[in-house]
C-alpha cells in the first residue's frame, strides 16, 4: 500500500506499507480527496515526535466495516478515544488521556490508499457536498470550536492575526455569527478572498490599534503573530490561541497578568454544525484552494503546501 511516511523528521513516499488488521468498532476508509494542513508540516519541523503516516483531513468511501457504513462517503473526528477513562466519562473525549489522533499521536494518517478510523468518529456527508468542499470539514469544525469557548457577543471587536487556511476560515465563522472582523495579513491576494464578506482586512499591522479589541484569534503559529494579538486586546479581552508552534514561544507573561488577558487554547471542533455550512452553502471554501496533486505525488504537494502565500493543497488519489 502507498502511503507518505514520517519517521526522524524525515518524509518518504512508501510502497510497502501493511494493510492494518481490522478492530471491531473501527472502519477502513478510501480517501478520495485529503487536504494538507499546517499541522503536518509543524509536524515535519518536529513539533511533536511522530512516526507512520501523515494526514487528518479527508472525505473518503468507507470500504470495509459494518453493513450500514459501506459505501458511505464520510468525514471523521480526528481523536479515537477510549470511552472509559475520566476525560472521556466526563465528556472530554477530544482529551481523552488514551487517545490516538489520526495522522498525529499514535495512528496512521489519510495521506494513504486506506486507513482506520472508530465507527463513532465518522459523518456522513450531505449529498449535495461536493468532495472539494467537504475536505475541509475538519478545519473548519476546528474554527467552529471558538464559539464554543468564547462568548461573543453583537459589536464585539474581533482580530484575526493570519491570512492563511486557517485564518481565512476562522474570520469566516465569526462573519456568518454576524461579526465583522478585522484580519490582518501579508498577502493582497488572500485578503482579496475576504471582501465579498463583511469581514474587513488589512496588510499594514500599524492600522491595528492597541487595546482595541474584545477577542483576537491567532492564526500564524509564530511567536510575532502571538505578540501582535496580546498587544491588540483590551484589559480583560480573550486571546485564542488556533495554532500549533514548533519550538518554544515566549511571551511577556506579565502584560497577560496585569491586563488580566484570558488565554484560551482551540483545537478541535463540532463537525455537525460544519458540515451544515457546507450544505446550506453559508461557506463555501473552494476559492481556498491553490493547488492538487496525486497521492503518489504528495511529497511535491507537501513542499508546495509549505510554500508563502500558499493556502490549500489537496491531494487526490491516483
Known sequence: MHGIWLADGQTTLR?????????????????TLMGVCR?????????????????????GIVEEGPTEWLGQRVVGEINAICGRCHSCQSGRGNHCLERTVLGIVGRDGC?????????????????????ECAVFTEPLAAAMRIPEQVDLCPGDRCLVVGDGRLGQLVARVL???????MVLGRHERKLSLLEKYPIESTTDEAKIEAGGFDVAIECTGNASGFE???????PLGTLVMKSTYAGQLHCDASALVVDEIQLVGSRCGPFAPALAALSDG?????DLIDDEF??????????????????????RPS
Open 294 to 315: 496525486t497521492l503518489e505525488d504528495g511529497l511535491a504537494g507537501l513542499r508546495r503546501g509549505a510554500e508563502p502565500g500558499v493556502l490549500k493543497v489537496l491531494l
Open 39 to 59: 499541522t503536518d508540516l509543524e509536524l515535519m519541523a518536529g513539533y511533536y515526535p511522530f512516526t507512520g503516516v501523515l494526514g487528518h483531513e479527508f472525505v
Open 175 to 181: 462573519a456568518r455569527r454576524h461579526l465583522t472582523p
Open 228 to 234: 501582535t494579538a496580546r498587544r491588540a486586546l483590551r
Open 15 to 31: 510502497g510497502d506499507l501493511p494493510r492494518a488488521e481490522l478492530p471491531a468498532d473501527e472502519v477502513r476508509i478510501r480517501p
Open 111 to 131: 495521506f494513504a490508499e486506506s486507513f482506520l478510523l472508530p465507527q463513532r468518529n465518522l459523518s456522513v456527508v450531505p449529498d449535495g457536498v461536493l468532495d
Open 282 to 286: 453559508s461557506i463555501d471554501p473552494r
